[in-house]
């Protein structure tokens, strides 16, 4: 076999791809990892800026997450000792029910599991895939092609949908039954503190629907810095607006919102996630198709949260290993 041959590829090193790879390298398989982002993260992003000599980490997408479910409470605690992840009390709803960020960016344990399955082909999009003999075959965006002998794919919905549509039309059919749902985000610095409390606020109705001072985060530090979240609708309706005219109109509805004058940013900068939360579907958690060897792994497939991609995704992982 080729150096570009693996048993396993996981198209996608999200939440989801990663706890995958982690249970499938734990039974001791041979995995391989692509994704196209340049760097850790997924919908757990941070970004880093450098602020008045110091670097600082926004998290744009994911704020905190949860863990309920006792084998993801497990993979949680080992975060925390590895120090890749921090409870940060402002976001709990209630003390039996710890909110968890990574450290020091929300990307923290996405990071983590790359390291330990040895590493992820990052800036690497799978654009196609088709069937070659008894082996999957990858086509990326540069020159380079993979084959594997079982694919496993976990990205977004709307994307695992047009890459399965010829070659696992079942799959595809349920990723296109899901709809997420978009979200602009804001990162914002400011030289003084805001004179608004508490340090999360959220509003489902509101055009801001959450905003969180980011720089109270566990370890980040730094100026002071907030992430709003504008509504699925308020998203919508400037949905194509370009980056900057779109942090400015959220700046000022936050400051509307809270009632608090207009403080002008020392740095301002939108991200507009297309594909933010899903619509997540009753019934298994992840898919697999033993004969082909193909799944498919997300948090659409459980519920539209970190700890649901990844339940979804060792889900997988448990069918590759009791069929494949
Ligand atoms: C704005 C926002 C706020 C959120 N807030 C919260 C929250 O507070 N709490 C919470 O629990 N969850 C929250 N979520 C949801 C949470 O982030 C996701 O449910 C979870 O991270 C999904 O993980 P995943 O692995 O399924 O997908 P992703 O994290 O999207 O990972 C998929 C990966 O696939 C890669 N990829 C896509 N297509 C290709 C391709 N063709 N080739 C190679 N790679 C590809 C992408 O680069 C990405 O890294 C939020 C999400 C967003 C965007």
Not at 91 to 112: C, H, L, T, Y
Request: proline residues 6%.
């Amino acid at each position: 076999m080729s150096a570009s041959h693996s048993d396993i590829a996981i198209i996608g090193a999200g939440m989801a791809g990663l706890a995958c790879a982690t249970r499938l390298k734990a039974a001791g398989r041979l995995v391989r990892v692509f994704d196209k982002g340049r760097g850790p993260g997924g919908r757990m992003a941070a970004r880093r800026v450098e602020l008045n000599g110091e670097t600082v980490r926004f998290d744009h997408g994911a704020q905190y997450f949860t863990a309920r479910d006792p084998a993801f409470r497990d993979a949680v605690a080992g975060w925390e000792a590895q120090g890749v992840v921090a409870r940060w009390h402002a976001a709990s709803r209630a003390a039996e029910d710890p909110a968890f960020v990574g450290a020091p960016g929300m990307n923290g344990p996405i990071k983590a599991m790359a390291n330990a399955v040895g590493g992820v082909h990052w800036s690497t999009r799978i654009k196609d895939l088709t069937r070659d003999g008894d082996m999957w075959r990858m086509t990326t965006t540069d020159s380079a092609d993979y084959t594997a002998s079982t694919v496993l794919i976990a990205i977004p919905a709307e994307q695992a949908s047009d890459l399965l549509q010829t070659v696992a039309p079942e799959f595809a059919d349920i990723a296109a039954s899901v709809t997420s749902e978009p979200c602009w985000a804001v990162m914002a610095a400011f030289a003084r503190p805001l004179a608004i409390e508490p340090d999360t606020l959220r509003d489902a109705e509101a055009k801001i629907s959450w905003a969180a001072r980011n720089s109270a985060k566990p370890g980040r530090g730094g100026p002071e810095g907030w992430v709003l979240h504008a509504s699925p609708r308020r998203s919508r309706q400037i949905i194509d607006r370009a980056k900057q005219d779109a942090a400015e109109i959220l700046l000022a509805d936050f400051f509307d919102q809270t009632g608090t004058d207009r403080v002008d940013p020392i740095h301002l900068v939108a991200h507009r996630w297309l594909y933010a939360q899903p619509t997540s579907l009753k019934g298994e958690p992840a898919r697999y198709e033993p004969k082909a060897r193909i799944g498919i792994a997300g948090d659409y497939l459980h519920s539209p949260r970190v700890e649901g991609a990844w339940v979804s995704g060792t889900a997988l992982a448990d069918l590759v290993l009791g069929g494949g």
